[in-house]
């Protein structure tokens, strides 16, 4: 039956005839039969119909299990994009040769499908979206589909200097080059979960529960939906570490475990993606927003970051050097990305409403300085349990929210890194309590995305490192939600459905 069905509509598209179609089915049998029975049987003349006619029983056996492909991608907004193809055409076609997708996408904003002006990229030109199948995942909220991150190129194996993906790779792979190191990030995911409230004919999305930090019946309340979220990002081969209510009315965090820099930018998207996705299952809202409620609690997307060797940690110090904790590659690495953070946060914190999640007295890093284990300092170096009172292991950087585009944002860290080795930068003495408390002594970091994006236009460093076209429609996409925003405040309300 499945080869009447599969060859009647090869017939019918006019990929074969019906002669064709009879031809191949007699192949298959033949070639069957010389496979279990061991015949020396030639194919014949029917060859080319036969590999139709298998594709397309393959592809059909391939429905029957899976019947879509998202073909994910994050753009200079830090929005998740897909395109879906049926799991029998990619399989066949998009698999090896990709998808098109207009250069247009990589200009667009949070509030406008269209690319910002001054990004050069407009709907003339097109790329290739790769599917990269080292990331292909079979959705457990979803079990007939699949989703797979694409990289973009240009041509058939030539990137596209664009591509989120490809950016981080190239720093990464100065860095390697240059220094023989890598990094490994692990990311603290904070979101708020949200049900619908009708009143009035009024669709309103109001906090899960009123519960406070580390709350065991905030956690219980929520708990199937952990738990789902848990098995999910497990089967992802995604490793959470912990798991704990927030602060905030109805946030949550879930933490995930350090792993290759490139590695983790790939599940950061797969992990919100299953986190939004489970919390919809259940008639939810999960938001990353850093600041979905102006009197609440923000919400922050912390990344914990070291260094390594041949599977060792350089970022620690050690018996030979240490300093507050750091070795030398660690502390000059650090030096370079506190040189730059203010226009690293153009990347870390891209929207106008990250900055009002960055404010004093909140753990979110609001002064230009750093700390061991300071929760207000934007780079705080870590003393996690097993690691020696007088070393760190690693550096924490508050200011990196979920609206970010993880490999853009770790690309720019990695780039602002390579700096600070290539020049021996020097960190200034750490801050060991309040920042507030020097207000007067320290500088602010950016107060708006505004100030990021001017440090930005002025870092020939990351231009560098990262590309000057890259860079030049970052900060139009920049540029466009500063003036959106602005005019539009109550815009804000929309995008907890759009982070």
Not at 109 to 137: C, Q
Not at 449 to 458: D, G, P, T
Request: glycine share 8%; charged share 20%.
């Amino acid at each position: 039956m499945l080869f009447y069905h599969v060859l009647s509509a090869a017939c019918e598209d006019g990929d074969l005839s019906i002669q064709e179609a009879i031809d191949a089915v007699e192949d298959i049998f033949r070639r069957n039969a010389s496979d279990l029975y061991k015949l020396n049987v030639a194919n014949g003349s029917t060859h080319q119909k036969t590999m139709i006619a298998d594709s397309r029983i393959a592809s059909s056996c391939v429905e029957q299990d899976v019947l879509f492909v998202r073909i994910v991608w994050n753009d200079a907004s830090g929005q998740h994009r897909c395109r879906v193809v049926p799991a029998g055409r990619f399989y066949e076609i998009a698999r090896n040769k990709g998808v098109g997708l207009t250069f247009a996408s990589m200009g667009m904003t949070s509030f406008s499908d269209g690319p910002a002006d001054g990004t050069n990229l407009t709907g003339v030109g097109e790329i290739r979206l790769m599917p990269d199948m080292s990331t292909l995942l079979r959705l457990p909220w979803s079990t007939r589909e699949e989703m797979v991150i694409a990289d973009m190129q240009i041509r058939p194996g030539e990137a596209w200097e664009y591509c989120p993906r490809y950016a981080l790779r190239k720093v990464t792979k100065v860095l390697l080059d240059e220094f023989n190191v890598t990094m490994k990030a692990g990311f603290e995911n904070e979101f708020y979960l949200r049900r619908k409230l009708v009143s009035e004919g009024h669709e309103r999305w109001v906090p899960y529960d009123n519960s406070s930090y580390c709350s065991t019946s905030s956690f219980d309340g929520a708990s199937s939906i952990l738990q789902e979220v848990y098995s999910s990002l497990k089967t992802a081969n995604i490793v959470v570490e912990q798991l704990h209510a927030e602060a905030g009315k109805g946030q949550f965090e879930v933490a995930l475990k350090y792993v290759m820099c490139t590695l983790a930018a790939d599940n950061l998207i797969y992990a919100r993606e299953i986190i939004k996705s489970v919390a919809r299952k259940h008639g939810l809202i999960a938001t990353f927003l850093p600041k979905p409620d102006l009197n609440d609690i923000g919400s922050g997307s912390h990344v914990h970051l070291s260094l390594w060797k041949n599977e060792q940690n350089v970022f620690m110090g050690s018996n030979e050097y240490s300093h507050y904790g750091m070795s030398k590659v660690g502390e000059r690495f650090l030096a370079g990305v506190y040189r730059h953070l203010p226009s690293i946060l153009a990347f870390t914190a891209p929207h106008p409403n990250s900055y009002d999640r960055i404010q004093p007295n909140t753990w979110s890093g609001a002064y230009l300085c750093w700390g061991k284990e300071n929760r207000e300092a934007p780079l705080r170096t870590a003393c996690p349990p097993g690691v020696p009172l007088d070393m760190v292991s690693n550096f924490e950087i508050k200011s990196f929210d979920g609206c970010a585009n993880p490999h853009l944002g770790l690309a720019a860290i990695v780039a602002a890194g390579i700096d600070g080795l290539r020049n021996g930068l020097e960190l200034p003495e750490p801050i060991e309590s309040n920042p507030a408390d020097y207000a007067t002594k320290l500088k602010r970091l950016p107060q708006d995305l505004l100030e990021s994006v001017e440090s930005l236009a002025a870092d020939k460093t990351l231009h560098e490192l990262i590309g000057n076209k890259l860079i030049t429609a970052v900060i139009a996409v920049r540029k466009a939600e500063i003036d959106h925003y602005s005019k539009n405040p109550g815009a804000f309300g929309d995008l907890i459905h759009r982070y």
